[in-house]
């Protein structure tokens, strides 16, 4: 069965440098999200994406943010610049219809 | 306020028991999932859906969208079901989730 993948599993960053985490949504899927769970948090949206743009993005994805989808299979999140608390597990998610489905995750440790 | 609450925040049972667990939302929604949350960190989506009632295994989730309140009900339940267990809205538009804070579930044997 098709799943979406996301690598790496865990990213450990001095704080102040770039990361880029790298996602393989459905080859058939035409809308992508990522989210974020901070340690003992719920869930939030970050932004998503259809037609080579950004369709929605939330408060928490500023300037230091920026997703992109640089060919036809990857779909990645730059974060530019982290922070302490960019710490968390970040997942990719993508549809065709309306179901969503998630990577496994990709843990963010900014040191 | 949450858009997305859900209850209990955490729940204990013994194997064999049978669990519910309570997702209520304050916005028009289209649909909703359930997801699974393992320890180790990944999501696994367990149903969506608009109306009804759907079943798969042990596992049935049903849905008053008037009501806006949905459960997520394991019958005889066991240890390999403990997990955190998520309820996520589907808005009209645009179709980004919207979490509840999840209820985390430990069976005992």
């Known amino acids: 069965e098709p799943e979406v993948t996301q690598t790496p599993s865990h990213q450990v960053t001095q704080m102040g440098q770039e990361v880029i985490l790298r996602c393989v949504p459905i080859?058939?899927?035409?809308?992508f999200y990522w989210y974020r769970q901070i340690l003992g948090q719920k869930v939030e949206f970050l932004v998503s994406f259809y037609n080579n743009e950004i369709s929605e993005k939330s408060e928490i994805f500023d300037d230091q943010f920026s997703v992109e989808r640089p060919d036809g299979s990857n779909f990645t999140l730059k974060i530019r610049s982290t922070k302490l608390e960019d710490s968390a597990m970040y997942f990719c998610?993508?549809?065709?219809?309306?179901?969503?489905?998630f990577g496994p995750g990709t843990r963010l440790t900014v040191t | 306020k949450n858009e997305v609450e859900q209850s209990p925040q955490n729940l204990t049972a013994q194997e064999g028991e049978f669990i519910t667990i309570n997702c209520s939302y304050s916005v028009g929604i289209s649909a909703l999932h359930w997801l699974q949350q393992h320890p180790g960190g990944g999501i696994v989506s367990l149903f969506m859906?608009?109306?009804g009632k759907k079943k798969h295994g042990r596992l049935i989730a049903t849905i008053n969208i008037q009501e806006k309140h949905s459960s997520l009900h394991i019958t005889a339940s066991h240890p390999r079901d403990s997990a955190v267990y998520i309820c996520a809205a589907i808005k009209a538009a645009g179709n980004k989730l919207t979490f509840g804070g999840g209820t985390r579930v430990l069976v005992k044997p």
């Open positions: 859906l608009s109306s």
């Open positions: 080859s058939n899927h035409l809308y």
């Open positions: 998610a993508s549809r065709r219809e309306y179901e969503q489905y």
